[in-house]
Every structure is written in C-alpha cells, then in structure tokens.
C-alpha cells in the first residue's frame, strides 16, 4: 500500500494542477492503471501540498478533521476518487481529438459551481479564487477542478498529451509543440535506451 512519503516522491511533470492530481495514477500507456497513490485521506491531503494546492497546516488542519469525522473522510477519498476518474475521461478524449461527452463536462460544471461556492476573491496584484477559508474536507478538491476548468476554458486543448511510455497526461509547452514523454529523465530515457538496445541487436545478427 502507498503511504504519505510515496505520494511526495511522486513526479510531477504534468504541467497543470489538474493533469497532476490525473497522474496519482499510474501504468502503461495502453490498458488499466496498475499503482495509485491515492489510498486514503491523508494521502489525498499529502498530495495537495506536495502539488501546491494545500499549505501544511491547512493539511493538518484538515487530517485533525478528518480523524473527527471518518466517515466523511472517507466519502470525501472517494468522491476524489470519482473526480479523477472523470477528469482522466475529461484530458485523454482530448489528448486523441476527441470531444468529451456532455456528461462529464457537466459532472465538472457542478463541481466548479460547488467549488467556487466556497471560495473567495482575493487580490496579490489581480485578483484570483482561493479557498485559504475553506475549512471542509472537500478543500484539497476545489483548486483542482478550478484549475481544470480554467485549462479547458483558457488553454492550449491541442497541447494535451499522453506519454508515449506511460499513462500520464501532460501540458505540452515546447516552443514546437513536439513534447513525446512526461520526461525526459524517465520515459524519454527509457525509450532511448530500448532503441539502442535494439539497435545493437539488429547489428549483431547481421
């Protein structure tokens, strides 16, 4: 089983908050995922402020929280859970060219209504959403299906990509949008390494 110190040793290549929080998951390119994460509450929590989402106290604040309320803990790990999934279905129909269904993208519109609802408009130069006074345990949540929104509505949808090693999606944002892996330390060099090794094989039977 994972525990809080493997949710903060894992990469973070996604190039968004939202394709990051896709990423707790992980496998292959094609076929089910084979590793998550995301195993409970306080995972979820350690997750939020490895990715930025949530400070460390917030996270104490809201592991103190979750201990008082276990049930809805783990209501809330679950409904993580499903958010992920539907963010995953969300950026991989978009990452092939194609549109996600209606169904998903209004799961995401009552998630940002809900998420925005407990949120507050404050200013460091322009102003933006935060939930620095949410003190529910939906809180690591709400940046992440804002951060999905503000991607679909503002960004780039042809630069979202899946690995070419692995299952992890990303925001490609090289200059001429050629980006094949999540990185280039892990997937990208792997694959060199295959290729050579390839190539070495088809020498040596010549």
Excluded at 45 to 60: D, M, N, R
Excluded at 136 to 141: D, G, I, Q, V
Excluded at 177 to 185: A, V
Aim: aromatic share 6%.
């Amino acid at each position: 089983m994972e525990t809080v110190e493997d949710v903060t040793r894992m990469r973070l290549v996604g190039g968004d908050l939202a394709l990051d929080f896709v990423n707790t998951r992980s496998g292959p390119p094609v076929g089910p995922p084979d590793d998550d994460v995301l195993t409970g509450y306080p995972e979820l929590t350690a997750w939020g402020v490895h990715a930025g989402a949530l400070t460390q106290a917030e996270a104490t604040a809201l592991r103190r929280l979750a201990r008082d309320d276990p049930a809805g803990a783990r209501a809330t790990h679950s409904r993580a859970r499903h958010t992920r999934d539907y963010l995953d279905e969300i950026f991989r129909s978009l990452a092939a060219g194609r549109s996600p269904s209606r169904s998903v993208l209004a799961r995401l519109r009552d998630d940002e209504a809900d998420a925005l609802g407990h949120a507050q408009l404050d200013r460091a130069g322009t102003f933006g959403w935060t939930w620095r006074d949410d003190r529910t345990l939906a809180r690591p949540l709400r940046p992440v299906v804002h951060a999905a929104v503000q991607l679909l509505t503002t960004g780039a949808l042809d630069r979202i990509k899946v690995c070419g090693g692995c299952r992890f999606v990303f925001n490609d944002e090289s200059k001429n949008r050629s980006r094949r892996w999540c990185s280039m330390d892990d997937c990208g060099t792997t694959e060199k390494i295959r290729r050579y090794v390839a190539a070495r094989r088809t020498r040596a039977t010549r």
